[in-house]
C-alpha cells in the first residue's frame, strides 16, 4: 500500500476544506438553527404526531436533519474532489502516481467523508442548543454514521467521474437526494402516512437509511435496524462494484 | 548500448474513435541521454508519452522503465518516471511548496525539506515557494509543473512540448535548464514539433509521424546522414541570369542576382563541386566570397516525409 501517496490525497482535499472552513461549518450551523426556530418551536409544539419515543418533536427531527446533511454533503464534497481535477487536468498526476485505485479512492472518499461527518456532527451539537437529545446507541450512530458517509461519497466519486461539466455535478444531489430525503420521513414517520402513500414510500432507499439512523438515537423507528442495515450495506456494494468498473474500464479516466 | 532505462516493444494505440494514434513501436532509451521526439501536430507523441506514463491504456506491445514493466510492475515503473505535460495543469490556489511537497508524497516519497530546498533553488523557485500559483508568471508555472515532476527524485523525465507557446527568451532558458538536468543524472524525452529544439538539445532524434516512428537516428549522425549541404558564391559582379552552361548543376541566383546557390549532397560519391567550380573558373565568373553551411533538420525533416510520402 502506498499510505503515503494516500495521505497526501487525503490531506490536499482536507486542505481544499479547510479553505473554505468558515462557510463550510456556518452555514449547515444556521441552516439548522433555522429548521429548529420553525419546526422545533413554531410548528413543533403543536405537532400532535407520532414522535418514537423522541423527548420532543425538536429531538426527533435532529437525525433527519443529520441525514439530510450528511447526504449532500457526502454527494457534493466527493463529486468535487475527482471532478475537480479532471476538469482543470491535474488529474494526469494522480494517474501517472504509484498508486491503485483503491487507494486513489480511499484518500478522496475518506476525506469527503470525514468533512460530511464533521458536519453532521456539527448539526448535532447545534441541535443540542435547542434541544435535549439523547443517544441511545451512541457508537452505533457513529457507526452508521460512516457507514453511509462512506457509501455516498462512493456515489458522489462516480457522479464526478461520470459528470461532464459543474451543473451535472448539481443535478442528483438536487433532483433526487433532497427529494426522496424529505419524502423519506426526514421530518415525520412515514407510519403515519395514508395508503397508498406509506407503501410507496417503503420504496424509497432513503426512508432505511433515514430510520435506521432515527432508531440509534431513540431506540425505535418505522423498519427495523437489521433491514437498514442490510440496505445501506447492498448500496455499498453497488456502489463499490460501479467504482471498481470505472477504473477497469477507464471510464472516463483514461482514454 | 547500456542497459536501456526505457524499452519500448510494439507498443500501439488506437483510440476508441477508432483513431490510430500510433502504430506499434519499437525504441529503446539510453541512461543519461536527451531523447527528442520530433514530429508535427497530431504525429503520436503525446500519445506515446501518455502510455508510458499511465495516462492512457495501451492498444498492444509492451514497455518497461528501468527493468520494470509499466502495466504488471506499474508501481515501480512509475516511481522512475516523472511528467511534464503539454498543458498547463496545475492547482493555482495551492502554494508552490505545499504542491511540490504533494507530488512527492503522492509518489510514496517521505518528505524532505533539504530536497524540496533543492530542487527549487535549482529552478529559482525558492524565493516563490509561499506565494499561490495563480500569482506566478507562465514562465515559473511551468517551472513548477517540473519541480512537481522531479520531486519525486525519477530517472527519467518526460517532458512534452516544454517550449510550445513560449518566448524565445525563456525557452533558451528552458534548454539550459534541460541540459542542467541532464547533468544531474536525469535521462530526458522530450517531445517537439520545433526543429530547432531537436538539433539544439538532443543527443538522439526520433522522428515521428502519422503514428509512425520513421526514424531514430543520433542527432549528428543524421545530420550527416541526410545533411545536405548549400554552397554560396559571393560574385564579384552581379549576375541578370543563370549561364546556361551552369543548367546541369541546378544552380540558384539569389540577393538580387549577388550569389549562386548550389545544393548538394555532402555524402555523396560525387558532389558536383569541383567541376562547378572548374566551370565557373572557365567562365570567368569572379567571386569575393564562398561558404558552405550544413543543412538544418528542418530540410531534413522536410525530405523525410517527403519521402516516407512517396514511397
Ligand atoms: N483521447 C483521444 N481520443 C481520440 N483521439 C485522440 C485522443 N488523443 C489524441 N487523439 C488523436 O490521436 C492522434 C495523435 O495525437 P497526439 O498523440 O496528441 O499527437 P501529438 O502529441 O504528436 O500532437 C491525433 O490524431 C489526435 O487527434
Ligand atoms: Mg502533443
Known amino acids: 500500500m502506498n499510505w503515503r501517496g494516500i495521505g497526501s490525497i487525503y490531506r490536499f482535499e482536507m486542505h481544499r476544506f479547510a479553505r473554505t472552513l468558515w462557510t463550510g461549518l456556518v452555514v449547515p450551523v444556521i441552516t439548522t438553527s433555522l429548521y429548529f426556530i420553525v419546526f422545533g418551536s413554531a410548528i413543533g409544539r403543536n405537532f400532535s404526531g407520532d414522535i418514537q419515543g423522541a423527548a420532543s418533536y425538536g429531538a426527533f427531527i435532529v437525525p433527519g436533519l443529520m441525514m439530510l446533511s450528511l447526504l449532500m454533503e457526502s454527494i457534493f464534497n466527493a463529486s468535487f474532489g475527482i471532478h475537480m481535477p479532471r476538469f482543470t487536468g491535474t488529474i494526469y498526476e494522480i ?56 457509501t455516498f461519497c462512493l456515489f458522489g466519486f462516480i457522479i464526478g467521474v461520470w459528470a461532464k461539466g459543474f451543473e451535472q455535478l448539481q443535478i442528483i444531489p438536487m433532483l433526487v437526494v433532497t427529494p426522496l430525503t424529505f419524502l423519506g420521513g426526514a421530518f415525520y414517520s412515514v407510519a403515519a402516512l395514508d395508503e397508498p402513500w406509506r407503501t410507496i414510500t417503503f420504496f424509497n432507499p432513503f426512508v432505511y437509511l433515514i430510520n435506521g439512523f432515527r432508531w440509534t438515537f431513540f431506540g425505535t423507528s418505522d423498519v427495523s435496524f437489521g433491514i437498514s442495515l442490510a440496505i445501506t450495506g447492498g448500496l455499498l456494494v453497488v456502489c463499490i462494484a460501479l467504482v471498481g468498473l470505472i477504473f477497469r474500464t477507464g471510464y472516463r479516466l483514461k482514454a | 548500448m547500456s542497459e536501456p532505462v526505457l524499452s519500448i516493444s510494439g507498443l500501439s494505440k488506437t483510440y476508441a474513435s477508432g483513431t490510430v494514434a500510433l502504430k506499434p513501436t519499437d525504441l529503446e532509451i539510453a ?281
Not at chain 2, 516523472?82 to 508524497?105: A, K, Y
Not at chain 2, 517550449?163 to 525557452?171: F, I, S
Not at chain 2, 538580387?256 to 567550380?277: I, Q
Open chain 2, 31 to 311: 541512461r543519461g541521454e536527451i531523447f527528442a521526439l520530433l514530429g508535427p501536430n497530431g504525429a503520436g507523441k503525446t500519445t506515446l508519452i501518455s502510455m508510458l506514463c499511465g495516462l492512457v491504456t495501451p492498444s498492444g506491445g509492451s514497455a518497461s522503465a528501468m527493468g520494470h514493466d509499466i502495466i504488471r510492475d506499474y508501481r515501480a515503473a512509475r516511481r522512475e518516471i516523472g511528467l511534464v505535460p503539454q498543458e498547463m495543469s496545475i492547482d493555482i490556489f495551492e502554494r508552490v511548496i505545499d504542491t511540490v511537497n504533494f507530488s512527492r508524497t503522492l509518489f510514496g516519497k517521505p518528505k524532505d525539506p533539504a530536497r524540496i530546498e533543492q530542487l527549487l533553488r535549482d529552478l529559482s523557485l525558492w524565493d516563490k515557494r509561499n506565494e499561490k500559483l495563480k500569482e506566478l508568471s507562465g514562465g515559473m508555472k511551468r517551472r513548477v509543473m517540473i519541480a512537481k515532476a522531479l520531486s519525486h527524485d525519477p530517472e527519467i523525465l518526460f517532458l512534452d512540448e516544454p517550449t510550445a507557446g513560449v518566448d524565445v527568451e525563456l525557452r533558451r532558458d528552458m534548454w539550459d535548464m534541460v541540459r542542467r538536468l541532464r547533468e544531474s543524472g536525469v535521462t530526458i524525452i522530450l517531445t517537439t514539433h520545433y526543429i530547432e529544439e531537436a538539433e539544439e538539445m538532443a543527443d538522439r532524434v526520433g522522428v515521428i509521424t502519422g503514428g509512425d516512428l520513421i526514424l531514430v537516428e543520433e542527432k549528428k549522425a543524421l545530420m550527416r546522414k541526410l545533411g545536405k549541404k548549400e554552397l554560396t558564391l559571393v560574385l564579384a559582379e552581379p549576375l541578370s541570369a543563370v549561364p546556361p552552361e551552369l543548367a546541369e548543376w541546378k544552380v540558384t541566383l539569389e540577393d538580387d542576382g549577388h550569389e549562386l546557390h548550389y545544393v548538394f549532397d555532402a555524402t555523396a560519391e560525387r558532389t558536383g563541386v569541383p567541376s562547378l567550380m572548374r566551370k565557373i573558373s572557365d567562365l570567368g565568373i569572379a567571386f569575393k566570397d564562398l561558404s558552405t553551411k550544413q543543412s538544418s533538420l528542418e530540410d531534413i525533416f522536410v525530405q523525410l516525409v517527403h519521402e516516407r510520402r512517396a514511397a
Open chain 1, 95 to 150: 494517474l501517472s502516481a504509484p498508486l491503485s485505485p483503491t487507494e486513489t479512492v480511499i484518500g478522496y472518499v475518506g476525506a469527503a467523508a470525514t468533512k460530511a461527518m464533521t458536519v453532521a456532527l456539527v448539526i448535532l451539537a447545534t441541535a443540542h442548543i435547542f434541544v435535549e437529545v439523547q443517544i441511545a446507541h451512541p457508537l452505533l450512530m457513529l457507526l452508521f454514521l460512516a457507514l453511509i458517509a462512506i
